[in-house]
């Protein structure tokens, strides 16, 4: 079965600092993988997502994705990070069309 | 946009008791999930659907029932509730062509 695993609970960064959260996964295929953005009580908002082809995804809020094959691993980056990108953030990996597995999850503070 | 709805926003429960979460969706798409999301734990799927009148289970589908009977709506159903089942719930639709999955903005339920 699929997996994913984001190694960090916490990160703490400082805002105009660059970001790096790390996620691994476990899939035989070319994978579907995920990240996405959750504020406290809100839903899930997707920030990013790699199919096939080039394998730096561009997303919404200047984060950036890079898929490496080898090292079975799709980590999420920001060069300078910004207060308002304090949040939890998920990886995940597509199982088929219909299901999701997602990672554990990684916090972002942001201290000023 | 409505997108994907979810009700209640919040719920409280006496061990035993029963209920529904609905979970709609007006974009037409086929498929259609629930996970719940639990600390440290990220997002786990309960039951999904391919399409009106079928089901199948995800990795923590018990305690839980689901039907599809059209393909806008797939409510979740607790018959008996559980402390265990404190949680907050996700309910999400993506289309068979597309991996993305759309989420709602979730259900948070307490079970006394």
């Known amino acids: 079965a699929q997996s994913v695993t984001q190694p960090d609970i916490h990160i703490t960064v400082s805002e105009g600092a660059s970001l790096e959260l790390r996620c691994n996964y476990s899939y035989g295929a070319t994978p579907y993988l995920f990240w996405y953005v959750q504020s406290p009580g809100q839903g899930l908002q997707l920030l990013l997502k790699?199919?096939?082809?080039?394998?730096l995804v561009q997303g919404i809020k200047g984060f950036e994705a890079e898929f490496k094959r080898s090292q079975s691993s799709f980590n999420l980056r920001k060069p300078s990070v910004h207060w308002s990108d304090a949040a939890e953030y998920f990886c995940a990996v597509g199982e088929g069309f219909q299901k999701l597995v997602f990672g554990t999850g990684t916090r972002l503070l942001v201290s000023p | 946009n409505a997108g994907v709805t979810q009700t209640p926003k919040f719920q409280v429960l006496k061990t035993g008791q029963s209920m529904t979460l609905q979970c709609a969706q007006d974009?037409?798409?086929?498929?259609m999930s629930w996970y719940r999301q639990d600390p440290g734990m990220g997002l786990r799927l309960i039951h999904y659907?391919?399409?009106?009148?079928?089901?199948d289970q995800g990795e923590v589908p018990n305690g839980y029932n689901v039907s599809r009977s059209t393909t806008e709506d797939f409510p979740l159903r607790l018959l008996s509730a559980a402390p265990s089942q404190t949680s907050v719930y996700f309910c999400?639709?993506?289309?068979?062509?597309?991996?993305?999955?759309?989420f709602g903005a979730g259900t948070r339920l307490s079970v006394l």
């Open positions: 659907s391919v399409g009106a009148g079928i089901t």
């Open positions: 974009m037409n798409h086929e498929y």
């Open positions: 790699y199919f096939s082809g080039d394998t």
């Open positions: 999400a639709s993506s289309r068979p062509s597309n991996p993305i999955q759309y």
